[in-house]
C-alpha cells in the first residue's frame, strides 16, 4: 500500500516536474476549461478584456471546425496585475492563479514592432509548451492583428503547439526544396496550397534567379500564396488564408517539405498526431451543443506569505536551524518584495506563531522579523500544525487565503501530513516545499502539487548552501522582472585555518540596483573583502556581522558598477564551510535584465530526466552561454553537466535561449535537486530574435493575380541583433523525485537529428553527429543506416528497405561528427533521381535509438550559369536567338555561295 501511495505521489510530480506552469487546463464535455490569459504588470489597458473576449469568441468557433466539430473553448479566466483599479463586483481574487503559471501572457517585447504570437516549446514532439505570448500592441492595434488573418485564427495556431506538441508547417530558413517530380517547390502543407514562387520589390515581380548547384530559387525570392484558396489545410502553415481551416491529415499532408513538424515530428502529420493525443481519448462524437465561451475575471494581489519553518529535535543538531536562519534571513532582507505581508510560524508537535502579518515597507520592517526567526528547536514534528497556524495568520488581511503562499521548510519524517490535505485544497492557498535532505515526509511534494506551488529540495549536510538557493528563487510570480532580485552568485567552499576563498562576480549593464553580498559560516567570524571593478574597497568593518546567525551583510548604495567584482574571505579559525551570495536588481526600470529559468522533467518513468535552462534578455533569447547544471543527489557528492543550445541530444531547436541535456547517473531513490550557473562572456554570448514557432504573417500575398502588401507596418527579418557582454546568473530548479523502479532501466542512443546526404555521380556523402551510447552520453556500438527511393516506405519500414554498408566505421563519442562515403557500385543513378537515408544506433546490449530524420539527396546536371546571374530562361531564350540567327546567316550564305557558283557554271558553258 505504502509502495503504491509512493509511485502515485512520485507521476504525480513526474507529470508536472519544475515546470513553472504545470497546466490547469481541463477538458470536459469537449470543453477546454480553466484556460488562464495573464497581463503582465507593465501593461495597462482595459481595452484588453473585450479584446480577449472577442478573440476567444472567434478561436472557439474556428477549434470546433479545425477539430471536425469535436473540442471547443469552454471557460476562460482572465488575470489582471493588482496594479489595475477595477471595479471589485466584476472581478474575483486569484486563487492558484498567477501570471508565471499562464497558458498565455499578454507582455510588451523588449524591442518595437516584435509583436509575433508564439509559443515557448522546448520540449519534443507531442509535447506541451509552456506558455503563448501575445503583446498588448498585436491585441488592440487591428491592422496588425489582420497580418495573421484574425486573432481567434492566430490563437489556434498557437494553441496546437501550446496543447498538442506539433509545430510549424513553413520554414523560415528553408523556404524551397526539391520535390520527388525533381522540380523546386515551397515549403509547405498542403502541396495544394496555391501561389506564385517570384521576385517581388513591393509590386514589381520579376522571375527567380536559379541556383545552379541546387537548382533552388535564391536571393529575395519569396513563395507567394494567393489569398483565396480551394484547400482547407493547413492551419499549422498560414492560418490566415482564405478557407483554411483545417489541419493537415494523412491524405494532404508534405512529407518531403523540410520543415519543423516533419524534422521533429518523424513526418507524421499535425491532424495524426493531434487526433491520437490525449485529449481525444474520451471523445466519442462530435460536439452539437454551443460554443460560446464563458469568461471570469480575476485579479491578483500583492504577496502575502506565511513561513512555516520546522523546528523539530532534530533540527538541533549539525547547525541546521542556524542554517534555516541564514536563508530565512536572506528570503526576508533581500527577496520579498515591498508591499507583501508576511507571516512566521514555527512547529515542532504543535505550532506557535513567531510573527503575524507584517507589512513590507521599508528596511526597517524587514529586519524586525529577521528578529523573529526561530533560533532554538526541541520535540517531535507535526507539518500539518504548522500549515493550519498558517492559514489562520493569512486569513488576518482580508478574511480570506484565496492565492496567498506559504513556503514550508520540513526536514523528517510525519506520517499524518494528508490529514490536512482537503483543508490545503479549500484553501486557495499556494505552498511551496522545501525538503531538507532526503528523510523529508513522502507527502510534501503532494502539497505543492495541489495548490500550484514550487517544490525545493537542500542537501543535508553542513557543506550546502541549498536553503539559501532555494529561498532566493522563491520571487513573485507575477512576470515583474524589473522589480525583482536576481542572483548572480551562489558558492561555497570548506576552507582551512589561515586559508583566502576568493572568487569573482560579473555585474552586466542590465543589473546593479538593490545589490547585496551575503557571506554565511559555521562557526567563527571570517574577514570578508570586497573590491568594485575601480578598485574601491569595502572591508569587513563595513560590513553588517551577526555573531547569532553566522551572516554578514554588505548592501552596495545606488547601481552598483559594471564589470568585475572580486571578493576575498579569510579564514582565521578552525576549518569550516563559508558560502557566498549575491543579489541584484535591474539597473534601469525600463530595460529588462538578463534572465534565467531552469527546470527539470521526467515524461514518465521509463525516460531519462532532462534539465532546461532558458536564458533571455527581456523575451528575447541569449546565445552562446555557458550553462552548468549541478545536480545533488540522494547520495555521493554532486554531479556536473554541461548543457547546451545546439539541437542534438535533448536540446530540440538550437539558437532558442534553451540549454538542455539528459540526466540519467542515478545512485538512488529520492530527491534530485538542480542547480544551474549560467555566464556570458564578452564579445561572446549574444541576444537574438526568436525564429520559428510564431504564428506566421500573411505580409504578401497573391490577389487577383497580382502581389499585395499588407499594410501593417510588419518588421523584417533579421539576424542576431547584438552582443550581450558579460554576466553571471545563478537559478535553483528545483527537484524532483525519482522511485526505485527507475533506477534500473537501461537507456538506449539518442535520436540522431543531423542527418545529411549529399550525391556526386555515384558517390554518396553522408554526415551526422555522433549519438551516445546511453542517449547523449558516450559512444555507441555500431550503426545501422537503410536507404530508399520512397521516404515513407522507409519511415514506415526500416528494417526491410535496402541496407547502406557501414560495417568500417566505427562510432565516435557523443558530439563527434561522423562521415560515410558509399559507392553505388552496381546502380546508374538518372539525372533527377531522388534516395533517402535514415540511420539507427546500438549500443553494446541492442539497444536501439529512434530512427534519425531522413537526408535526402538528389541527382541532377548543375545548369550553366550566367556569370551576371542573369536569368536562366533569358540566358536560353539568348542562346537560342543566337543560334537561330547564325544559322540563318549561314543559310544565307549558303544559298549566296550557291547561286554565285551556278552563275559560273552557266558562263562557263558559254
Not at 486569484?94 to 520540449?123: F, G, H, M, N
Not at 534567379?209 to 480551394?230: A, H, V, W, Y
Not at 479549500?426 to 510534501?444: K, M, V, Y
Not at 536564458?615 to 549541478?630: D, M, S
Request: charged content about 20%; hydrophobic content about 40%.
Amino acid at each position: 500500500m505504502m509502495l503504491q501511495k509512493t509511485l502515485a505521489l512520485v507521476l504525480i510530480s513526474l507529470l508536472c516536474a519544475f515546470i513553472t506552469n504545470c497546466s490547469g487546463v481541463k477538458l470536459v464535455n469537449n470543453g477546454y476549461r480553466d484556460i488562464v490569459i495573464a497581463v503582465n504588470p507593465g501593461v495597462f489597458d482595459e481595452n484588453l478584456i473585450e479584446n480577449i473576449k472577442e478573440m476567444m469568441h472567434e478561436a472557439s468557433t474556428y477549434l470546433h471546425q479545425a477539430t471536425k466539430q469535436q473540442l471547443y473553448f469552454s471557460e476562460i479566466k482572465i488575470l489582471v496585475p493588482f496594479t489595475w483599479t477595477v471595479n471589485s463586483s466584476l472581478f474575483q481574487r486569484s486563487t492558484t492563479q498567477s501570471y508565471a503559471k499562464a497558458d498565455v501572457i499578454i507582455a510588451a517585447p523588449y524591442l518595437k514592432r516584435r509583436d509575433a504570437p508564439y509559443t515557448l516549446q522546448p520540449r519534443g514532439c507531442g509535447e506541451k509548451g509552456h506558455y503563448i505570448h501575445f503583446t498588448p500592441n498585436f491585441m488592440l492595434n487591428d491592422t496588425l492583428a489582420s497580418a495573421y488573418g484574425s486573432r481567434g485564427q492566430a490563437f489556434v495556431h498557437e494553441w496546437a503547439h501550446l496543447q498538442w506538441g506539433v509545430f510549424d508547417e513553413y520554414d523560415d530558413l528553408t523556404p524551397f526544396y526539391i520535390n520527388s517530380d525533381g522540380t523546386a517547390d515551397a515549403t509547405r502543407c498542403s502541396k495544394e496550397i496555391r501561389g506564385k514562387i517570384a521576385d517581388c520589390t513591393g509590386t514589381s515581380c520579376t522571375p527567380c534567379n536559379i541556383d545552379p548547384n541546387t537548382r533552388l530559387p535564391k536571393g529575395n525570392c519569396k513563395f507567394f500564396p494567393e489569398m483565396d484558396q480551394s484547400t482547407s489545410s493547413s492551419i499549422m502553415y498560414v492560418q490566415g488564408l482564405t478557407n483554411v481551416d483545417n489541419f493537415c491529415d494523412d491524405k494532404t499532408h508534405n512529407a518531403e517539405a523540410p520543415n519543423s513538424q516533419n524534422r521533429i515530428c518523424n513526418y507524421r502529420s499535425t491532424w495524426d498526431m493531434i487526433s491520437k493525443s490525449e485529449d481525444f481519448i474520451n471523445i466519442s462524437s462530435p460536439y452539437t451543443g454551443s460554443v460560446i465561451p464563458t469568461f471570469t475575471l480575476l485579479q491578483a494581489k500583492h504577496r502575502v506569505v506565511c513561513l512555516v519553518l520546522d523546528v523539530s529535535a532534530s533540527m538541533g543538531l549539525e547547525n541546521r536551524i542556524n542554517k534555516l536562519q541564514q536563508a530565512a534571513k536572506v528570503f526576508l532582507l533581500q527577496i520579498i518584495e515591498d508591499g507583501s505581508h508576511v507571516g512566521i510560524v514555527s512547529f515542532h508537535s504543535g505550532a506557535s506563531t513567531s510573527s503575524k502579518l507584517k507589512l513590507i515597507d521599508g528596511d526597517n520592517a524587514r529586519s524586525e522579523l529577521v528578529q523573529l526567526l526561530p533560533a532554538a528547536a526541541s520535540g517531535g514534528r507535526n507539518v500539518c500544525s504548522g500549515v493550519t497556524s498558517a492559514l489562520e495568520i493569512l486569513r488576518a488581511d482580508d478574511n480570506s487565503t484565496s492565492g496567498d503562499e506559504i513556503i514550508l521548510v520540513v526536514l523528517g519524517e510525519d506520517n499524518g501530513t494528508s490529514s490536512c490535505f482537503a483543508e490545503v485544497e479549500q484553501s486557495g492557498a499556494i505552498i511551496h516545499t522545501i525538503a531538507i535532505g532526503q528523510n523529508a515526509t513522502e507527502e510534501l511534494e503532494q502539497l505543492s502539487i495541489m495548490t500550484g506551488g514550487l517544490q525545493f529540495a537542500a542537501a543535508d549536510n553542513l557543506d550546502s548552501s541549498g536553503l539559501i538557493d532555494a529561498f532566493s528563487a522563491l520571487v513573485a510570480t507575477n512576470g515583474d522582472i524589473n522589480h525583482q532580485p536576481i542572483q548572480l552568485e551562489s558558492s561555497g567552499t570548506r576552507i582551512a585555518n589561515g586559508t583566502w576563498m576568493n572568487g569573482t562576480v560579473v555585474f552586466d549593464k542590465t543589473v546593479g540596483n538593490d545589490t547585496m553580498f551575503v557571506v554565511t559560516w559555521d562557526a567563527q567570524t571570517p574577514t570578508v573583502i570586497v573590491r568594485n571593478p575601480s578598485g574601491k574597497t569595502y572591508n569587513h568593518d563595513e560590513f553588517r556581522i551577526n555573531q547569532t546567525d553566522h551572516t554578514a551583510l554588505l548592501k552596495i548604495q545606488g547601481t552598483a558598477q559594471t564589470g568585475n567584482w572580486i571578493y576575498s574571505i579569510l579564514n582565521l579559525g578552525i576549518e569550516q564551510f563559508v558560502t557566498t551570495s549575491v543579489t541584484s536588481q535591474a539597473a534601469d526600470a525600463e530595460i529588462p535584465p538578463v534572465n534565467v529559468n531552469a527546470y527539470m522533467n521526467k515524461k514518465d518513468i521509463m525516460s531519462p530526466i532532462i534539465i532546461y535552462v532558458e536564458v533571455t534578455h527581456g523575451f528575447l533569447p541569449v546565445l552562446h552561454a555557458n550553462v552548468t547544471a549541478i545536480i545533488e543527489r540522494p547520495s555521493g557528492p554532486p554531479i556536473e553537466q554541461k548543457l547546451y543550445d545546439d539541437g542534438l541530444g535533448a536540446d530540440v531547436n538550437s539558437d532558442d535561449g534553451i540549454y538542455s541535456k539528459y540526466f540519467f547517473i542515478l545512485n538512488a531513490a529520492g530527491r534530485y535537486s538542480v542547480n544551474v550557473h549560467v555566464q556570458g562572456e564578452e564579445g561572446i554570448a549574444r541576444v537574438a530574435l526568436r525564429s520559428g514557432g510564431h504564428a506566421p504573417t500573411i505580409s504578401q500575398y497573391r490577389k487577383n493575380g497580382n502581389i499585395q502588401t499588407h499594410s501593417a507596418n510588419l518588421p523584417n527579418k533579421e539576424g542576431l541583433v547584438a552582443q550581450l557582454g558579460g554576466f553571471q546568473r545563478v537559478k535553483s530548479g528545483g527537484t524532483i523525485l525519482v522511485p526505485s523502479e527507475a533506477l534500473d532501466i537501461d537507456f538506449r542512443p539518442c535520436k540522431i537529428t543531423d542527418l545529411q546526404a549529399t550525391i556526386v555521380k555515384n558517390i554518396i556523402k553522408l554526415e551526422w553527429t555522433a549519438p551516445g551510447g546511453i542517449y547523449d552520453q558516450g559512444k555507441a556500438s555500431h550503426y545501422e543506416m537503410r536507404m530508399s527511393d520512397n521516404l515513407l516506405q522507409l519511415r514506415d519500414n526500416f528494417f526491410n528497405v535496402t541496407l547502406v554498408n557501414l560495417t568500417t566505421l566505427k562510432p565516435r563519442s557523443f558530439g563527434s561528427r561522423e562521415t560515410a562515403i558509399i559507392v553505388l557500385e552496381h546502380r546508374e543513378l538518372q539525372n533527377g533521381a531522388t534516395l533517402y537515408f535514415a540511420v539507427r544506433a546500438y549500443d553494446e546490449n541492442q539497444r536501439v535509438s529512434e530512427m534519425s530524420n531522413v537526408a535526402k539527396a538528389s541527382v541532377f546536371v548543375p545548369l550553366i550559369e550566367h556569370p551576371n546571374d542573369v536569368n536562366i530562361s533569358v540566358i536560353v531564350s539568348i542562346v537560342t536567338i543566337a543560334i537561330f540567327i547564325v544559322c540563318l546567316i549561314i543559310l544565307i550564305t549558303n544559298c549566296v555561295l550557291n547561286s554565285v557558283s551556278q552563275k559560273r557554271i552557266l558562263a562557263d558553258e558559254d
